[in-house]
């Protein structure tokens, strides 16, 4: 007897486990009924017909994670590289995720690797690096048409690592050293460019100072020797104008005549005392007319004194 109802408790308990249907949240179940579809239950509480009814599909309602393992692309410079990602995406149908397609996380994997080949085949290794971004909304554009039959929404995907060969890597660090070289050695001929035209410059620049130096200082002279042609220039029209006056005036002209003769008379001895060759004036010829002429001159010079003192 306690068997029986044991084995009524064990059947009831079945009974109850099977018509009772607690979906958690975050989460949808596709019901089948009879081995046919029947709906799509939301989370909750739930009530099935035992033996009937049975929960076909639970789908994740959340954003997933997939995480696509690396795998060896050839780009377009025949280059190999390997590559791998995350993919993000959501189920937005239940009923096409269950019978669209047999698994459809897998199928996404498979979609992501096949079209990272061919997107990366497109492009050459440098591209790949500088335009990652272009790189992962392509692919994203591309997994998301195809899976729109599988009732799943590719949200992005992300682009973790390109690893190009271990020959590869060689040959990019030698061409990176090399360019590093180029770079230095165009600098330091930039620099000695510089230097070489500055010195020049700098040569220039004092060249033309020195002759600037050297024009104003032939000006400064030559405004030095015209200020002393007109100073010179101005004293000898002031002693003409002096002279003449003095000659205007009474006995003047007699003092005139003294003057000169007076200079006339020292030249001529200057000349005798350094000339070698004895040199005699044609007047000299005359003595006598030449006394008698200092006489009269002599003359007519005390006159005037004299007649005063009368």
């Not at 005798?272 to 007319?289: C, G, I, K, R």
Request: glycine share 6%.
């Amino acid at each position: 007897m306690l068997a029986y109802i044991t084995f009524f408790i064990i059947f009831l308990g079945f009974i109850v486990y099977n018509l009772i249907l607690i979906i958690p949240m975050r989460s949808v179940g596709v019901i089948e009924r009879l081995g046919k579809f029947r709906a799509v239950l939301e989370p909750g509480l739930h009530f099935l017909i035992p033996f009937v009814d049975r929960v076909a599909y639970k789908h994740e309602t959340r954003e997933q994670c997939l995480n696509i393992p690396d795998q060896s692309c050839i780009t377009r410079d025949n280059i190999q590289v390997d590559v791998d990602g995350l993919l993000y995406i959501k189920v937005m149908d239940p009923y096409k995720a269950s019978y669209g397609i047999e698994d459809y996380l897998v199928a996404a994997i498979n979609l992501a690797q096949t079209t990272v080949r061919s997107e990366v085949g497109k492009l050459r290794l440098s591209e790949t690096f500088s335009e990652r971004e272009r790189l992962n909304e392509t692919i994203v554009t591309e997994i998301d048409n195809a899976s729109e039959p599988w009732g799943i929404k590719v949200l992005r995907y992300e682009v973790m690592n390109i690893t190009p060969s271990h020959n590869v890597i060689e040959t990019l660090e030698k061409q990176m050293e090399a360019e590093r070289t180029k770079r230095a050695d165009i600098t330091l001929a930039n620099a000695e460019r510089d230097s070489t035209i500055n010195l020049s410059e700098g040569e220039r620049q004092e060249a033309i100072n020195l002759s600037e130096g050297e024009r104003q200082r032939r000006i400064n002279e030559a405004k030095g020797r015209a200020s002393e042609i007109s100073i010179l220039a101005e004293a000898t029209a002031t002693g003409s104008r002096v002279v003449a006056e003095a000659i205007g005036k009474p006995g003047g002209q007699e003092a005139m005549n003294l003057k000169l003769v007076e200079q006339y008379v020292t030249r001529l001895a200057t000349l005798f005392e350094n000339a070698e060759v004895s040199l005699v004036p044609n007047e000299m010829a005359h003595m006598q007319s030449f006394f008698a002429g200092m006489d009269q001159v002599a003359q007519s010079i005390h006159e005037p004194f004299t007649g005063g003192n009368k």
